[in-house]
């Protein structure tokens, strides 16, 4: 499997509690973050269950947390907790 198919696939889900708590964390953490995720994103909807996917970026350990869905594509926005403290549609 070739790393570009492979960090399609989600990693783990999470509850929607824990993917709003892991959201708010990481806002918390990174300055310009709630602006940036307010301009790019849109809210989501009611949802039981979410995907976790591994962070692509070279040496991040961290995990992409969904976070709204994406206002110009047809996809979901994901923020990493990791270090590189990036966005990614999914």
Known sequence: MTSNV???YPYSSES???RAAAVASVVA???GLADKLAAESSPLDAGDSWWVYKCPT???RGLLHVAG?????HAVYAVCD????????R
């Open 16 to 18: 929607e509690a824990q």
């Open 82 to 89: 990791g270090t590189c403290g990036k966005t990614f549609l």
């Open 6 to 8: 492979g960090q399609n």
């Open 29 to 31: 953490s990174r300055e």
């Open 58 to 60: 070279k040496g991040c």
């Open 69 to 73: 869905y994406a206002v110009e594509r």
